[in-house]
T-cell receptor, first 115, second 118 residues
Framework: AQKVTQAQTEISVVEKEDVTLDCVYE???????LFWYKQPPSGELVFLIR??????QNEISGRYSWNFQKSTSSFNFTITASQVVDSAVYFC????????????FGTGTRLTVIP | ETGVTQTPRHLVMGMTNKKSLKCEQH?????MYWYKQSAKKPLELMFV???????ENNSVPSRFSPECPNSSHLFLHLHTLQPEDSALYLC?????????????????FGPGTRLTVL
């Protein structure tokens, strides 16, 4: 079973719309870390956020916000007032403290923001 | 230069060629990673080095040979590759591996090398 599921393969929105990218994870660990990365067309994965399992506070950084819900094993990412530069593939990832040695990535969500 | 750099950015090679990918990090990190990114598949971890010592080899074929001469540099030597090895190869670094070798530190990625094997 996949450890990280990003069910949305592709999303298209019109500029200035809000968009939420879903991430559902699976782990038996009580201590784990969740990440979001952005991969623009240039190819480089750009780190966006790291969150540990004990910190359920939602976080906001400019137009970006993250909603961490342990009860539903979800770590969703919302972009407010989307811009064309937000067009990219977004990856959610999970690292377990005591589980297998790996950073488990989802398959990514391709976001296209239409001007 | 800052961050993680990779050269070359693009590489086309025949199945009998030998080539090397280079990664350099300028972040003062001690752990470095190679990933393979193929279309429609999750990123696949290939190799991990922590303080120049290889700690992970995820059943990668021997036609891929990593080398880590110091904590700032990582190479991936390629020989007799197959067309299915065509992919984006990403290098990453992190502060180091946590106690027990887990990947809880943030990894910072380079721009990748787009490899095409003919």
């Amino acid at each position: 079973a996949q450890k990280v599921t990003q069910a949305q393969t592709e999303i298209s929105v019109v500029e200035k719309e809000d968009v939420t990218l879903d991430c559902v994870y699976e782990t038996r660990d009580t201590t784990y870390y969740l990440f979001w990365y952005k991969q623009p067309p240039s190819g480089e994965l750009v780190f966006l956020i790291r969150r540990n399992s004990f910190d359920e506070q939602n976080e906001i950084s400019g137009r970006y916000s993250w909603n961490f819900q342990k009860s539903t094993s979800s770590f969703n990412f919302t972009i407010t007032a989307s811009q064309v530069v937000d067009s990219a593939v977004y990856f959610c990832a999970l690292s377990e403290l005591t589980g297998a040695n790996n950073l488990f990535f989802g398959t990514g969500t391709r976001l296209t923001v239409i001007p | 230069e800052t961050g993680v750099t990779q050269t070359p950015r693009h590489l086309v090679m025949g199945m009998t060629n030998k080539k090397s990918l280079k990664c350099e990090q300028h972040l003062g990190h001690n752990a470095m990673y190679w990933y393979k990114q193929s279309a429609k598949k999750p990123l696949e971890l290939m190799f991990v080095y922590n303080f120049k010592e290889q700690t992970e080899n995820n059943s990668v074929p021997s036609r891929f040979s990593p080398e880590c001469p110091n904590s700032s540099h990582l190479f991936l030597h390629l020989h007799t590759l197959q067309p299915e090895d065509s992919a984006l190869y990403l290098c990453a670094s992190s502060q180091d591996l946590a106690l027990g070798g887990t990947f809880t530190d943030t990894q910072y990625f380079g721009p990748g090398t787009r490899l095409t094997v003919l």
